[in-house]
C-alpha cells in the first residue's frame, strides 16, 4: 500500500455558483442563430441542427452539478506558483511506491480529459493491474485554463514558460526529488521541454506524437505547411490526405496564431459560441467517423465546455498559440538528443501522417524526428485520434507503464 504522508496543501473542491449557472441559462435563452443554409454535412462548419439541440440541452436538461460531484471525487488544490494561479486534480498511488506523475493536457482539452486513466494509473490493483506501477497523479488545468484563472498577470504564457512552472510545483511546492510526467498536444511540448530542460530530475516521460520543441517557430507558425505547396505527382490518395489534414487545422492555427484577442470577444459572451468553436475541433480531431457521439456523449461535451465557460478562460487558453510564436523556444543546452529524459510515445491512427500507415508510423518518426528525442517505448496504434487518454485509455495506461516500469 501507499505510504501514508500529509499532503502539503488542503484540498479545495470545485464549485460554481449558482450565479454563474443562472447567467449561462439566460445566455442560452437568448442566443441569437444565424442562418446555416445547405449546411447538414458541416462542410461550411459546425451544423446548426445539431449545435441548437445540443445548446437546447445544455439549458434545459444538463446537470453541472452531477458533473461537479464525479469530478470532486478526486482531491482538488489551489495554490500560486511563481505568482501564477494553479489548479490541480489529484489521486494518491495505491502500492508498495508510487511514483510522482504529472500529466498535461493541450487545447482544446481540459483537465478532465485524464479522467479515464487516472484511477488506473494510481491504483494498478483495482483493475487486475500491478501494485508496484502505481502513480501518484497530479493532473493540473494549465494557467489560463479552467481553474487555474484568471491570467491577468502574465499575458506572455505559452508551454516553455508552463513547464517551468510545473517543474517549481513537483519539485518546490510539492517537495519531489524526480517525478514522472507525461502529456498531449500543448502538454506533449510542455512534457518535451521538462525532458530537454530537467532530464536529472525526471524519471522519463511519456508523450503523444512528439512535436519538435520548435514547433510553433518561424514566420509562419501559423501555416501547417509552412507556405509550401503540396508536392505534384502524389497518389490520388495522399494528396487527398494532404488536403484534409489541412482542412482540419488551418482556421484553428491561423486564428489562434495571428487573432486570438478578436476570436476572444465573440467566445467569451456566447456559450453557443465558444461550444461551437470547441465542437469543431472535439469534432474533426477525433476518431469518430464523422458521429463525435461515438467518442463524447452530451454531458461529456457539455462538462468540458464548461470548464472554459464557467472560468473565461477561452481567451487566455488560445493565446498559448500565438505566444509560442512571440516568445519562441529555445534551447538551453546543445547536446544531443535535445530531449534528454527518456521518451516513451503513443501514437494513433487519425494521426497518421498523408502516406504513412499505422505500420510504418514508428519509422516515420525515428526518421522525421532524428536527433531529437531518446526514445525507449514507441508504439502504433490502429485506432484512437487527438484525445488519446480519452479515446483509447487502455492502450495509453499500458503504454506509459511500459515507459517508466524499468525507469522507477
Given at each position: ?118 484511477d ?49 510545483l ?11 510526467a ?9 512534457t ?14 511519456h ?53 486570438p ?17 470547441l ?19 452530451r ?5 468540458h ?75 502504433a ?28
Amino acid at each position: 500500500m501507499s505510504r501514508s504522508v500529509r499532503f502539503p496543501l488542503e484540498s479545495t473542491p470545485v464549485h460554481v455558483s449558482d450565479e454563474v449557472l443562472e447567467d449561462l441559462r439566460t445566455r442560452l435563452r437568448l442566443t441569437r442563430w444565424p442562418d446555416d443554409i445547405a449546411n447538414d454535412d458541416w462542410s461550411y462548419g459546425v451544423g446548426r441542427a445539431f449545435l441548437q439541440e445540443l445548446a437546447e440541452y445544455w439549458r434545459d436538461e444538463y446537470d453541472w452539478r452531477k458533473a461537479e460531484a464525479a469530478i470532486n471525487a478526486y482531491e482538488h488544490y489551489r495554490t500560486e506558483v511563481d505568482g501564477v494561479p494553479v489548479h490541480f486534480m489529484r489521486k494518491p498511488g495505491v502500492g508498495p511506491e508510487p511514483v510522482p506523475l504529472i500529466l498535461t493536457h493541450g487545447w482544446p482539452w481540459t483537465f478532465w480529459h485524464w479522467s479515464k486513466v487516472i484511477d488506473p494509473l494510481a491504483d494498478p490493483a483495482a483493475s487486475g493491474g500491478d501494485p508496484s506501477d502505481a502513480f501518484d497523479v497530479i493532473v493540473p488545468s494549465l494557467p489560463g485554463f479552467g481553474f487555474s484563472t484568471p491570467l491577468t498577470d502574465h499575458p506572455d504564457m505559452n508551454f516553455w514558460k508552463a513547464a517551468d512552472l510545473w517543474h517549481t510545483l513537483m519539485t518546490g511546492t510539492l517537495g519531489h526529488e524526480k517525478y514522472a510526467a507525461a502529456g498531449c498536444d500543448i502538454g506533449g511540448l510542455i512534457t518535451s521541454q521538462l525532458g530537454h530542460k530537467y532530464p536529472d530530475e525526471l524519471h522519463a516521460i511519456h508523450i503523444g506524437s512528439g512535436l519538435n520543441l520548435d514547433f510553433f517557430t518561424g514566420d509562419r507558425a501559423w501555416d501547417l505547411s509552412r507556405g509550401r505547396p503540396i508536392p505534384e505527382g502524389l497518389p490520388d490518395d495522399v494528396h487527398q490526405q494532404i488536403v484534409a489534414m489541412e482542412r482540419r487545422n488551418a482556421v484553428h492555427l491561423c486564428a489562434h496564431t495571428l487573432d486570438p484577442s478578436t476570436l476572444a470577444y465573440g467566445l467569451t459572451d456566447s456559450p453557443v459560441g465558444v461550444l461551437a468553436w470547441l465542437l469543431e475541433r472535439w469534432w474533426s480531431w477525433s476518431d469518430c467517423g464523422g458521429d463525435v457521439e461515438t467518442v463524447f456523449s452530451r454531458d461529456d461535451l457539455l462538462t468540458h465546455a464548461m470548464i472554459y465557460w464557467v472560468n473565461n478562460a477561452i481567451g487566455t487558453s488560445i493565446r498559448y498559440y500565438a505566444n509560442a510564436n512571440r516568445y519562441p523556444w529555445a534551447p538551453v543546452h546543445d547536446r544531443r538528443p535535445v530531449v534528454e529524459a527518456p521518451v516513451g510515445i503513443t501514437f494513433v491512427g487519425h494521426e497518421n501522417p498523408p502516406g504513412v500507415t499505422t505500420e510504418q508510423r514508428v519509422g516515420f518518426w525515428s526518421r522525421m524526428r532524428e536527433g531529437w528525442f531518446n526514445p525507449v517505448n514507441l508504439t502504433a496504434h490502429d485506432h484512437g485520434g487527438h484525445f488519446i487518454p480519452w479515446e483509447v485509455p487502455e492502450a495509453w495506461v499500458d503504454d506509459l507503464r511500459r515507459t517508466f516500469r524499468d525507469r522507477r
